[in-house]
């Protein structure tokens, strides 16, 4: 895990949420199981899909400069295409990873919204979403795959079945919401200001690092 500095600032953590994810996959992708189950299927979820590329591309170096004393064995198989089978990406906001989709596999991706969590851009995510779709001229059929086909077939689950496809669209589940109240508040029975929030979050740090003593 990619443990900060016990006196940084929340940031640090949040910032480094993907790199946690990276030793995940590596751990996952070398690991016995992936080899003896060939349909084990695993998501990353919250992983972002930037840094994928060259993670595919470091795993195949080290396949091909250290197998011979690792013994590790794919079944003839390169570790990155090993990756594309077993292994889904998501990614929440990930220009970089939109742009490089094909690098990563398009039939690996897939769009979260971490509704309700602070990384979420919602009630404006599709819109924040469609924008860096533009932005890198993705295609129909590639967005259909990120932001729903990829995961249907992932987990072997057609949403249409309950929902209609025309019922399920943004204009249209908006159109159903309304008369509700969908307006963003907190959570938490007081408000609680951010410098409150941060003393609270150091303090646990603190309290962390006594422990660890």
Not at 62 to 77: R, S, V
Not at 118 to 125: N, Q, Y
């Amino acid at each position: 895990l990619a443990i900060p500095a016990v006196d940084s600032p929340p940031d640090v953590m949040i910032t480094l949420q993907p790199m946690n994810i990276v030793s995940a996959a590596a751990d996952l992708l070398w690991s016995q199981p992936v080899k003896d189950f060939p349909d084990l299927r695993i998501a990353l979820s919250e992983g972002g899909t930037g840094w994928i590329p060259y993670f595919l591309e470091r795993v195949d170096r080290t396949f091909e400069m250290h197998a011979a004393w690792t013994l590790q064995d794919f079944g003839g198989k390169l570790p990155s295409e090993v990756f594309r089978e077993h292994f889904l990406t998501c990614f929440i906001s990930d220009p970089m990873g939109v742009k490089l989709r094909h690098e990563i596999g398009i039939d690996n991706i897939a769009w979260e919204c971490d509704y309700p969590h602070s990384d979420s851009m919602w009630p404006e995510a599709p819109e924040e979403l469609m924008g860096v779709m533009e932005r890198f001229d993705v295609s129909d059929p590639d967005i259909n795959k990120m932001t729903h086909e990829n995961a249907m077939r992932w987990y072997s689950f057609d949403p249409f079945t309950h929902v209609p496809r025309e019922q399920a669209t943004v204009g249209a589940l908006r159109k159903r919401a309304e008369g509700h109240d969908v307006s963003i508040r907190s959570r938490s029975h007081r408000l609680i200001e951010p410098a409150e929030k941060l003393e609270a979050y150091r303090s646990r740090a603190r309290a962390a690092t006594g422990a660890a003593r």
